[in-house]
C-alpha cells in the first residue's frame, strides 16, 4: 500500500514523515509482543464495553430487587450473579467500568500537568527555583502514596470527586522529576536560544517549545502508571473513602460483598476480577510501550 | 565530582554525609509540614472535638488557648513541631491516648507482618529473577513476567478477601483473622511478657511453642500475599539488573576461563547485581508499610494501617495525622537505610 511505503521510506521528506515513520516502526515491534496487544485488547475491550454500558447491560445498576438477593451466577437473567440488594453483579459491573474510567482520565489529566509545570519551571529557572521545587517533590514523594491520599480524603469528605483530587496530588511528584530531566537537555539548545532573541517570555518559551519536548517520556510514564492509578482509586473505594452507594464503584463493590464472603463468594469476587483484568491490561501495555521506546532495550 | 586536591577519603564522606543529613532535616519537616496544613483545613473543630458540644464558651476559649489555637498559624508550626521532636505527636480524640504510645504498640505487629513479607518476597523474588535473566525469550523468562505483572496488578486486599475464603474458609489451612486464635488470646495478654511486640519473638522466647506455631499458621496468609506482592517487584529489577550484567566482559571473560555457570552468575554477577538490588529491597520493604494499610483491614491485624484506618472512619484527625507522620518517619529513614547501605556495598560511591 501507498500508505505504507510512505512510511517506511528511508528518506523522509518531512519532518512529520519521519515521526510518523518512527511511530510505525514502534507499532511494528509492539504487534511482536503479544502481551502488550492482549494489553492493548483489554482496554480497547473496556473502552467499547464503558461507552455503551446503557445498551449492553442487561438490567439497571440501582434499582432493587430484593426477591433476587443474592443469586449465584449462572441463574438465568443474571450471569455473575446477584448481590445484596438483588442488583445484576454483571450490570454493576459494566456502569463500573464507567466510573474507573474516569476517574483515570481525570487523573491522567491533572497530575501529569501539574507535574509538567513544576519540572519545567524548575528545569528552566535553575538556581533557588529549582532547589525549592524539588525540595517540595521529594517531600511529596517521602509520603507513602496511599496514606497521603487517605489522609487528603479524610480532610477533604469523602466522594469520588475528593479521590480523584487526592489521587492528583499525590501523583505528581514523578511527572515532575521526567520534566525536569528532560527540560535539563533543552534548556540550552540553540533553538531556545533563537526563540528567546525573538523576544519570547519565559511563560512561552516554557509553554510553546519545552512542555513539548517533555510530552512523550511524560505519556509513558502515564500509561505505566495508570494500574497504579486504578489500585488507589478501588483501594479508597473499599475504605469507603472514595465512591459513595449506590454508585457501582468496584472497590465499593468488593467491600459491600465482604459481609457475604463464606456464604456468597462472587459479591466480592466478580468486581475484583475486574479490577484485576483492567489493571493487568494497562500494565501489559506499558511493559510493552516501554521496551517499544525505551531505547536501551530495543536492542535486546 | 570533587576537583580539589587529594584530600582524606574522609572529609569527601563526611561531605556527603553531611549533605544526607542536612537533606533527611529538610524532607522531615517539609512532612511535618505537609500533615500540619492538612491538619489545620479540617473543617472539624479541633476544640469542639475535645470539649464536646455542651461545653460553655470559657471552656471553650481556655481549651483553645490550651492548644494553642489562639497564636498565630506559624507559631502553632512551630509548637506542632517542637511537640513532634519531643514525641508528642498529639492525643486520640476517640480514646484519650497519647498518639504515639498507640502507634508504638501498633508498630511492631506491622513490622513483623512487612519483615516476613519482604523475606518471601526476597526468597521467591531473587531466583525468579535470575531464573529469567539467564534465558531470555524462554518459557521461564514469559511465565516469571507474567507472575510479576500479575503482583502488580493483583488488588491487595480482594487477593487478601480471595486467601482468606480459599485457603481459611474452603480448605481450613491457616488461621483467619486476627493475630492469634482467640482461644490464645487472653493467654498471650497475661503469660507472655512483650519484649519486642513481636509475637513470633516474644512466644518463642517465652517457649510457648503452642502459641508460636499458632501465630505462624495467622501469619502466612497475609505475609505471603504482602511477600507475592514484593516478589513481583523484586524479580523484575533482578531480571534487568542481571541482565546487564550478564552483557559485560568480565562475565565473558568469567565464562572463557571456564568457570562454572553457577559461578559465573552467582558469584560474580550477583555481587554487582546486589548493590542495586539493596536500594530496590529496601524500596519494596517501605512500599509494605505502605500496602499493609488495605491488608491489615482485612485480615483484622493490629497494626499501624488499622490504627490510622480505624481512626479515619470516626474522624480522629490526630491519630490519622500522627500514624501520618510516623509511617512517612520510617519510609524516608528506610531510603536513608538504602542509601547508606548502597555507600557501603559500592566502592565507587564513597
Redesign the interface.
Known sequence: MAIIAWLRDPNPASRRQARLGQAYLGWLRLRRNPLAMAGLVIIGLLLVLAAFAPWLAPHDPIAQNLQNRLMPPGTPGHLLGTDDFGRDILTRILYGARITLSVIALVAVTAPLLGLIIGTVSGYFGGWVDGVLMRITDIFLAFPRLILALALVAVLGPGIENAVLAIALTAWPPYARVARAETLTVRNSDYIAAVRLQGAGSVRVIWGHIMPMCLPSVIIRVTLDMAGVILIAAGLGFLGLGAQPPLSEWGLMISAGRKYLFEQWWVATMPGLAIFIVSLGFNLLGDGLRDVLDPRSAGK | MTASLPSSPWAGRLRGLGAALF?LA??LL??L???FI??R???IDPVLAIVGERATEAQIAATRTALGLDQPLWQQFLIFVGNALQGDLGTSIRTGEPVLQAVSRAFPATLELATLATIIGVLAGVPAGVLAATR?GSLAD?IV??VG??G????????G??G??LFY?VLGWVGGPGRLDAAFDMMYEFEVTPVSGMILIDTALAGRWDMFVNAISHLILPAGLLGYVSMAYISRMTRSFM?NELGQEYITTARVKGMPEWRVIWVHAMRNVLVPLITVIALSY??L???S??TE?IFAWPGLGSY??DA??V?D?PA??G??VV??VA??LL?LLSDLLYRLVDPRAR
Not at chain 2, 152 to 159: A, K, T
Request: hydrophobic content about 60%.
Open positions: 537533606s529538610a524532607t517539609g512532612l509540614f505537609v500533615t492538612i491538619g483545613v479540617v473543617p531470555p514469559h513476567r507474567l505483572l500479575m502488580y496488578s493483583m488488588p491487595v486486599f480482594w487477593l478477601l480471595i482468606l475464603l474458609g541482565m517501605a512500599y508499610l505502605e500496602g494499610v488495605l483491614t490510622i484506618t479515619l472512619m474522624n484527625m490519622v495525622l500514624g501520618t509511617v512517612g519510609f524516608v531510603n
